[in-house]
């Protein structure tokens, strides 16, 4: 825009332009492994679940999911987020401090245990669970709506994404011969959630149910062995 002749543009000093590039594409997520059991068999609070988690990755042993270093991270802050999680017959919202690390070769991460889905509200076993009520017709939609204090197409959109992961999860012609309800059964059914969620995010780039892409930065991350490092899975 110009006025009078003058251009109106004024342009930002480089040490500018560099902070605002690098706090959009230098952000990313390690997730943590912290259902290393049957879904079905966790009856621990949520809360309790996170501070395990973030007590059994030490930042010695947490790769970087750009450079591929391991050891090389260390604190860079947090931030607080909220959860919502279904125990004991209710809904409870969750304040959690997300812990924030910063890697030798200048990318932050935040810590991420895979219980949280990235950009859902939600906690994973709630979603599942709303999910069971759903599929196995337990309730009707508006009972399951007010169980869980969720709105109809909150439930809708939760189904859809269900679904299109869970063709992608099992490939096109297993997910034609199981319906949502089985393939419920398999993921509560699992040994170790934790390693078979980690099989769908090297497959995928992105975790179970995550409705949101990554940054374009994250399209291709370095991954630990699980042989080696089961517990941390880079997004």
Not at 60 to 89: E, I, K, T, W
Not at 101 to 112: F, Q, R, Y
Request: glycine share 8%; net charge positive.
């Amino acid at each position: 825009m110009e006025e009078g002749g003058r251009s109106l543009f004024v342009p930002l000093p480089i040490h500018i332009i560099q902070q605002l590039k690098a706090a959009v594409t230098h952000k990313t997520m390690i997730r943590l492994n912290s259902l290393d059991c049957k879904m079905k068999n966790i009856m621990s609070s949520i809360l309790s679940l996170f501070k395990r988690s973030l007590r059994k990755h030490p930042l010695c042993r947490v790769m970087c999911p750009f450079c591929g270093a391991v050891g090389q991270c260390r604190p860079h802050g947090s931030y607080h987020r909220n959860l919502l999680h279904f125990l004991d017959g209710g809904t409870e919202v969750l304040r959690l401090r997300i812990p924030r690390v910063l890697c030798s070769c200048g990318h932050s991460h935040a810590l991420l245990p895979d219980f949280i889905v990235p950009y859902l509200s939600y906690s994973l076993p709630m979603i599942l669970r709303i999910l069971a009520d759903y599929f196995q017709r337990r309730l009707t939609v508006a009972s399951i709506c007010g169980k869980y204090g969720i709105c109809v197409p909150v439930l809708y959109r939760l189904k859809r994404q269900f679904l299109l992961h869970k063709r992608e999860w099992l490939g096109i012609l297993r997910d034609m011969e199981m319906d949502g309800a089985a393939f419920l059964g398999l993921l509560y059914g699992s040994e170790n959630y934790s390693a078979d969620g980690f099989g769908f995010l090297r497959q995928t780039t992105y975790s179970f149910l995550q409705s949101h892409k990554n940054p374009a930065n994250c399209a291709r991350p370095h991954f630990p062995d699980p042989k080696i490092q089961g517990s941390q899975h880079n997004l």
